[in-house]
């Protein structure tokens, strides 16, 4: 009777090998993958940290060819323009995904849902070329509000989608113990629903934000760019990741230093809120209470 | 609490508006007006703007845009073949790059990392993905493009002397330039949706394959990928999807020239940097014009592939929920 | 020799087939003392069984007991899950599968496996759903392949109705039709020992008496193990039985063992009739 041999034969080795092979070629992909993120922040933290300085956060820069100076304009220009793309954005992005979650049963609602994802994928450019015929051309001239404008369409998608699937992870139970108790259901999405997602809802906002904080083109020709301190929402005004950009596309080593320690900042900003994020979502920030 | 109004039914009214109370149809109403007309307008806003403000440029060129690869603006010519052509490149490099090393990834950390290191990975990709375009293009600029040029072009001739595809002097900005620094951005896309997409194989196909006598990675070659194909193929299309349209990083390193050549050296440049560097210094209307037809056209490419690249992804997932319902 | 080169042995498979067939003798398996572990959790504890060469051993139990993770032991799929483990030996013809230096490869190409939902693989047609573990081993002649095809899909009692269609998609067939076609995917390699994890539980009752017709043929030339929550089916598929007793707080054990038909109408021990008699589980 033929025994059964459960020694490894030659063709079984060569098998082993070739998982092995593809073991390590899969460990290695992994490690090509991830090292551009550490030497991206490596170089910012690096190269940023030595500009870091008191003048960069509170002076104005200064004429072309000159030293020195700041972009104490371009710091507060951004949170402008954040303030702006929350006010305009938020407020639409919430209550579409509150529809979407709660009345969006129906094919409409599931077209809008397939074109919003959609919407999430538009070049920024575009929202750009979008904002600046919306908004600048029929003002006739660059603005705070075009840029705030043009950020807040970037924002809406991200923000309805977040808030949707915050809304989805409410427990169906609460709702209907809400208007089992004889709550009108006006009543019931406003201060039992919303509130238990609301976890959900600022991290979505917080995320949205990190994202337009660092989006540069479609400010390229709403928003503009400034040197100088802000004279009024319809007028231009910097931005952090626009002098970045055009501080570095320049020939003056002193601008790309400055550029180095904003792009430092603009990186502290977006990485620490990721991270708050993470760690809020981990604690149970978006668990029904 | 107060009495509820009882208002009549209207049927004519959407069977979502039909709200038995005037504060629920008020509130019903807001979110409805606000939200969901909101989100069309702003899809309407978006459609209707590109078309409207490329319409001049439309229909003094026609189809002749789409072929003609003269820019010039002074003699109001424009033709939109060297954009596509510095897009199409730089997009299939990135891909020929991103795409293998991602996947690879995704299955590395579903198949082989234990779960912390799988998390840790996922962790690690969401924050590249983070990284803002305009940071990515100042590494590409002050270290990337000088690496290129100083070590890596160089080192390219000299293997590969006489192959166009690394003629010329090596510029280090350019479509090669362009196509890593894409690569870079697009690599968490893919990774992020793969991962999904291979989580989803139900394990009873791994151990099928397993208990016939596979090792590791025949199971995963065998089994897992090909069940998953067309949700990796959609990964890799929102990939390009994203690459198509990023502008501000292959901006700073692609070297802005609307040449067309063969050599991965040579500068370039594409349809969202074209639009990016000469919105603001064009002339004329029929210049400003043709610059919007461009990011039409962009638009369009982008839009088609993001909903392909979806009902992809979205069919492996329904075909997952199927096989595990299945009696 | 089975297990050094399946290629050459088809060979010598396709000239001497119906000599093959009568003559081929499947090994018996045994294990001694096997703990297994999920973490720190202990779902099996000292399980020593003899499952006879060329006979079908069921075993039964209630819910939880561990049937199914004893059975992934004996062809080494218990380990795959992470942070799971085992102790004690399994021997196939007297060699210790759990050796230092055995690859797990090697033992599941000897011992198949029938999962308890089918699970035929979606994107290959019909034939090479069950070539499957032929070409992995590396048969490549498309003679070969389409011969041994043949044969297991004809053991497998599913070959009159496919054998039409052999490029449709595998999912193109019914339930019990694709649990016949996964029993020949298995069979096509000539394993030793076949494992039956509740093999019909997904099925309506024609395709389980199909399957237990063609357990009773295949039983010439494999040893089964089977587990089963379905008592009627243990008593008229198995030769042997062995009833298995645990839950989430303890370890599985083998509480009884032996012939079949005695199990059933004689019990030695008073848990076993009590859960054959219906009184729990």
């Known amino acids: 009777m033929p025994a059964i041999v459960l020694q490894t034969t030659p063709k079984m080795a060569q098998r082993q090998f070739v998982d092995r092979v593809m073991g390590a070629l899969l460990s290695l992909a992994t490690l090509i993958a991830l090292a551009p993120l550490v030497l991206v922040i490596a170089f910012i933290l690096g190269n940023g940290a030595a500009g870091i300085n008191l003048d960069l956060l509170t002076q104005l820069p200064k004429p072309v060819g000159e030293l020195g100076g700041g972009l104490a304009n371009a710091f507060v220009g951004t949170a402008i323009l954040i303030a702006l793309a929350v006010l305009m954005g938020v407020p639409v992005g919430i209550l579409a995904g509150v529809y979407l979650s709660e009345f969006g049963h129906s094919r409409f609602a599931s077209l809008l849902r397939f074109l919003t994802d959609v919407l999430t994928g538009v070049p920024s450019i575009v929202i750009g070329i979008v904002a600046y015929s919306a908004i600048v051309l029929p003002m006739h001239s660059f603005s705070a509000v075009s840029g705030g404008f043009a950020l807040a369409l970037i924002m809406v998608p991200v923000v309805t989608r977040t808030t949707e699937e915050a809304l989805k992870r409410v427990p169906q139970a609460l709702r209907e113990a809400a208007l089992g108790l004889g709550v009108a259901e006006w009543k019931s999405i406003l201060f039992v629903v919303i509130p238990s997602g609301m976890g959900g809802i600022v991290t979505g906002v917080m995320l949205a934000v990190a994202r337009i904080s660092g989006e540069t083109a479609p400010l390229l020709f709403t928003a503009f760019g400034s040197r100088f301190w802000q004279d009024g929402l319809n007028k231009p005004i910097a931005a952090l990741p626009l002098q970045i950009f055009q501080y570095a596309v320049a020939p003056y080593k002193d601008w790309h230093n400055q550029a180095w320690a904003a792009a430092f900042m603009l990186m502290l900003l977006i990485l620490g809120l990721n991270v708050c994020v993470r760690v809020l979502t981990r604690s149970g920030f978006q668990r029904v209470r | 609490m107060a009495a509820v109004q009882v208002a009549p039914r209207s049927r004519r009214l959407p069977s979502f508006l039909g709200a038995a109370n005037l504060p629920d149809l008020t509130f019903r109403g807001i979110v409805f007006v606000i939200g969901a007309l909101g989100l069309v307008g702003i899809i309407a806003l978006i459609v209707g703007s590109m078309i409207a403000e490329s319409m001049p440029a439309i229909r003094a060129f026609g189809p002749s845009f789409m072929v003609s690869n003269v820019w010039d603006p002074v003699k109001r ?4 073949i060297p954009f596509v052509y510095g897009t199409i ?3 299939l490099i990135a891909l020929i790059i991103a795409a293998p090393i991602s996947i690879g990834v995704a299955l590395f950390a579903v198949e082989m990392a234990p779960p912390w290191l799988g998390n840790a990975i996922s962790v690690i990709v969401e924050l590249l993905a983070a990284i803002p375009s305009v940071l990515l293009g100042l590494w590409g600029i002050f270290v990337m493009v000088p690496f290129l040029q100083r070590v890596v072009e160089p080192w390219l001739i000299d293997r590969f002397p006489g192959v166009p595809l690394f003629e010329g002097p090596p510029y280090g900005v350019g479509l090669l330039a362009g196509g890593l620094i894409l690569a870079i951005m697009v690599v968490p896309t893919i990774v992020a949706v793969s991962r999904d997409v291979v989580v989803a194989v139900p394990i009873a196909q791994r151990e099928a394959m397993l208990a016939l006598g596979a090792t590791d990675w025949e199971a995963t070659a065998r089994a897992v990928l090909p069940y998953c194909r067309s949700g990796l193929l959609g990964a890799t299309i929102l990939g390009l999807g994203r690459a198509l349209g990023e502008t501000m990083a292959v ?4 070297g802005n020239r609307a040449d067309i050549s063969a050599s991965l050296f040579h500068p370039s440049y594409t349809m969202a940097s074209v639009i990016a560097n000469e919105f603001t210094e064009a002339t004329n209307d029929l210049y400003v014009s043709a610059l919007v037809e461009v990011g039409l056209l962009l638009f369009g490419v982008t839009i088609v592939m993001n909903m392909i690249a979806r009902l992809l992804v ?4 329904r075909a997952s929920e199927a096989q595990l319902r299945m009696a | 020799m089975v297990g050094i080169s399946l290629a050459a042995s088809l060979e010598s498979v396709a000239t001497e087939q119906r ?7 499947a090994k018996g398996l045994e294990t001694r003392n096997v703990n297994a572990y999920y973490g720190n959790f202990e779902a099996l504890h000292d399980v020593t069984l003899d499952m006879q060469a060329n006979k079908v051993t069921a075993l039964i139990g209630p819910s939880g007991c561990g049937k199914s993770t004893f059975i992934r032991c004996l062809n080494r799929l218990h380990e795959v899950v992470r942070d799971a483990r085992v102790e004690g ?3 196939l013809d007297g060699q210790d599968l759990y050796e230092p230096g055995i690859d797990p490869v090697i033992v599941r190409r000897n011992i198949g496996m029938v999962f308890q939902r089918p699970n035929p693989f979606p994107t290959m047609s019909i034939f090479d759903n069950v070539a499957a573990g032929l070409r992995l081993n590396g048969v490549r002649s498309r003679a070969l392949l389409t011969d041994k095809v043949e044969k297991s ?14 490029k449709k998609p595998a999912l193109a067939l ?5 649990q016949r076609l996964c029993i020949a995917r298995t069979i096509a390699i000539d394993p030793t020992v076949v494992l039956m994890d509740e093999p019909c539980s997904s099925l309506d009752p024609i395709s389980t008496l199909k399957i237990e017709d063609l357990i009773y043929d295949l039983k010439q030339t494999v040893t089964i193990v089977i587990v089963t929550h379905n008592m009627q089916q243990a008593a008229r598929v198995s030769d042997y039985t062995a009833f298995l007793l645990g839950n989430e707080q303890r370890a599985g054990e083998l509480v009884e063992y032996g012939v079949t038909k005695v199990i059933f109408t004689n019990p030695s021990d008073v848990r076993t009739e009590n859960y054959i008699t219906g009184r729990f589980g």
């Open chain 2, 251 to 254: 901006t700073m390193v692609i």
């Open chain 2, 314 to 317: 979205w069919s492996t997932a």
């Open chain 3, 89 to 91: 030996r399994v021997l």
């Open chain 2, 77 to 80: 010519q424009f033709g939109a």
């Open chain 2, 89 to 91: 490149t730089t997009s």
């Open chain 3, 153 to 166: 899909l004809v053991q497998a009692a599913l070959w009159d109705e496919v054998k039409d269609k052999l």
């Open chain 3, 19 to 25: 000599a093959e067939v009568v003559t081929r003798a």
């Open chain 3, 174 to 178: 019914s339930g019990g039709q694709q």
